[in-house]
């Protein structure tokens, strides 16, 4: 019996995946937005592997430093950061690379994550990356960010990359970029973010108006929310 051709071209037709490679390089041009470009171009390519059709969206974080400091004094969003928000609650995984001074990721990088709702980045996969000057910063990725997004409660891959100026004529690092763009690839494939966003959402504590709203139910009926309105 022949197989449906509708139903034959759905199943080999690739399963489309968002992508956004978020960076923090001030300098023209930057080695931190070097390094994340060669994550993402691999983690395109491990994905087409995979049967993927990854979609890359860039954030330039230099090109937002003045909507970042006005949204943490004034609360106020910009049309142009509102966007960038936009890009990393939809995405199905991240690529975060920082520039790391005085044993520290860059102020530009920080501010952008604090900004974000503690809601957005639930269950996303993430690669952290950095450059520096030297290979002692190195453990900064591990040591620092890994915390924060650890905070945000996102799937980090267990392969982090981190490119001091020696690095980049050194074989190393190109497989540190293979393996982390393959892990991303795996953790996007698996769908975790989705079951963690959907099935297991409410076993996670929020904050009131986190994203918009959107992701927090409040049981109006509840005992205490009756007693809140006392006791209607």
């Not at 540190?176 to 991303?184: F, H, K, Q, V």
């Not at 698996?190 to 959107?214: D, M, P, T, V």
Request: zero cysteines.
């Amino acid at each position: 019996m022949s197989e449906n051709p509708t139903t034959a071209q759905a199943e080999a037709a690739p399963r489309t995946l968002q992508l956004v490679s978020v960076n923090a390089g001030t300098s023209d041009p930057s080695s931190t937005q070097m390094l994340a470009d060669r994550i993402a171009d691999r983690t395109v390519t491990a994905g087409a592997e995979h049967g993927l059709d990854i979609v890359l969206r860039q954030i330039d974080l230099r090109g937002l430093a003045t909507d970042i400091t006005n949204a943490i004094i004034s609360q106020h969003v910009s049309s142009e950061l509102q966007r960038a928000l936009d890009l990393m609650r939809d995405t199905d995984g991240l690529i975060a690379s920082t520039p790391v001074y005085q044993a520290g990721a860059s102020g530009l990088f920080t501010q952008f994550f604090q900004i974000l709702d503690t809601d957005l980045l639930i269950g996303t996969p993430v690669v952290l990356a950095g450059t520096g000057g030297s290979a002692r910063h190195s453990l900064v990725i591990d040591d620092q960010l890994r915390a924060s997004f650890a905070y945000l409660r996102t799937l980090t891959a267990p392969t982090a990359v981190y490119a001091a100026p020696e690095d980049w004529q050194e074989k190393g690092l190109g497989s540190r970029i293979g393996r982390a763009a393959n892990e991303l690839v795996l953790l996007m494939r698996s769908g975790l973010r989705e079951q963690l966003r959907g099935n297991a959402w409410g076993s996670y504590q929020h904050s009131f108006g986190s994203a918009g709203g959107a992701e927090t139910a409040i049981d109006f009926d509840s005992d205490l929310m009756k007693l809140a309105a006392g006791g209607q």
